[in-house]
């Protein structure tokens, strides 16, 4: 089958890499002309516009920061749509709204096309490592048409069900993930505030029933100092909005994810949207008056 990509982006660029790697030829696109040229020197295929990918391409994936820009690489002058063919299949790898997603699938169904959901979790290392989580939602036997296409990114693919089940495992994942890290910075001030040793207290975190991927994974960088490079704070606020949008949208009282999207927007606030997301760390030590990082 002829793959198209579209969005090279940190998440994108490493997915189309590892792409790459495993023998998957590419035709790839994006607005940026040196992300382009670096999955070019990759090995994959430019195409001069969207139209020009779609119309010669099988399968096209889709890596972009919202539901918002995939519409319009989809719909937008010369998009996807002015040059898919009856039976194409697009994956939408977005961390996106699973309603405006079905929105889309409805419209393309009408020109013989299928749109899946397919969002990945672990991030470009992730990507680079082989090690992604790819949640699909579609249909059984389009699902098995793309699953070697996705295997060429990492053996961990997952059907979570029809069309939306992807976007909605990826927004639980994240709301989990966006909670998980902000108690545990604000524990980590009680700790460090009532004299204990930040380093000393990862360590006994990862080795009790209060670690988390937080503690696990990140933690002890944190409080060295180092930041690793992670999910931008924009994106981690937005998928955490969408979580709490699905909830009021479905009838699923958000508690604790209004609190924890509340904390992200003061964040973004404070330290804009291109940071990264650990970086509300710093608005735990600001009202604690306290320091977790060296």
């Known amino acids: 089958m002829n793959v198209g990509y579209v969005g090279l982006g940190s998440m994108g660029g490493a997915i189309a890499k590892r792409m790459l790697v495993n023998k998957q030829p590419l035709r790839v696109f994006d607005l940026d002309p040196k992300k382009v040229s670096e999955i070019a020197e990759a090995g994959g295929q430019p195409a001069q516009s969207l139209a020009s990918l779609a119309e010669q391409s099988d399968i ?167 930041f690793p490079n992670s999910f931008a704070l924009g994106l981690m606020t937005k998928d955490v909005r969408l979580a709490n949008q699905l909830g009021r949208d479905t009838g699923v009282p958000m508690i604790i994810g209004r609190v924890v999207e509340e904390l992200h927007n003061v964040a973004m606030n404070n330290h804009g949207p291109q940071s990264c997301s650990n970086i509300i760390v710093k608005d735990f030590e600001q009202r604690a008056k306290t320091r977790i990082t060296k």
Do not use: Y
């Open 60 to 226: 096209v994936c889709l890596c972009l920061p919202t539901s918002e820009h995939v519409r319009t690489a989809i719909f937008g002058e010369n998009g996807l749509a002015k040059g898919v063919k009856p039976g194409t299949i697009i994956a939408d790898m977005t961390t996106g709204d699973p309603l405006q997603t079905k929105a889309m699938a409805a419209e393309l169904a009408k020109q013989g096309v299928t749109l899946i959901d397919a969002p990945v979790s672990g991030g470009p290392a992730g990507a680079h490592a082989g090690t992604l989580a790819i949640m699909v939602g579609g249909p059984v036997d389009v699902f098995e048409k793309i699953k070697p296409v996705f295997e060429k990114v990492g053996p961990n693919v997952f059907r979570l069900g029809e069309l939306g089940a992807g976007q909605t495992m990826k927004l639980v994942n994240n709301l989990m993930l966006a909670a998980g890290r902000a108690i545990t910075f604000e524990a980590m001030a009680l700790a460090v505030k009532n004299g204990l040793d930040p380093k000393l207290a990862t360590d006994v975190l990862n080795k009790s029933s209060g670690r988390n991927g937080t503690t696990e994974r990140v933690l002890g960088d944190i409080v060295d100092g180092n």
